[in-house]
């Protein structure tokens, strides 16, 4: 029974969806914002580069090409992010700040 109370107080409230590119200087900046969060307040984390040649990254392209980088915040339990949806997702895009995330972290784990 340990174990499982043990994996439970490890899972963290909040997930984060990264949508980036390899040559995006504000990519880069945004990394080291949610670099800076996480060292406060660690999340799940995933990364979507919207270039690879996969199915998932061109639906992700088709929306967010000109718009890198993106961020998706939710609950960690929440399904998958799905392009359908993107409009209801909470989001910041392109500069935000250590605080800007947080608030909309806060939003998340509230919702």
Not at 78 to 95: F, N, Q, V, Y
Request: aromatic share 10%; glycine share 2%; hydrophobic share 35%.
């Amino acid at each position: 029974m340990l174990f499982f109370a043990t994996r439970r107080l490890l899972q963290l409230p909040t997930r984060i969806t990264f949508f980036t590119r390899e040559t995006c200087g504000l990519c880069s900046q945004a990394k080291g914002v949610l670099s800076n969060v996480w060292d406060k307040r660690p999340f799940e984390y995933k990364e979507v580069n919207v270039d690879l040649p996969q199915p998932e990254s061109k639906q992700w392209k088709d929306l967010y090409d000109f718009d890198v980088p993106v961020i998706h915040i939710s609950k960690a339990t929440a399904p998958e992010e799905d392009p359908a949806k993107s409009g209801k997702a909470i989001k910041l895009m392109h500069r935000f700040t250590i605080e800007q995330v947080e608030d909309k972290m806060n939003k998340a784990e509230q919702s």
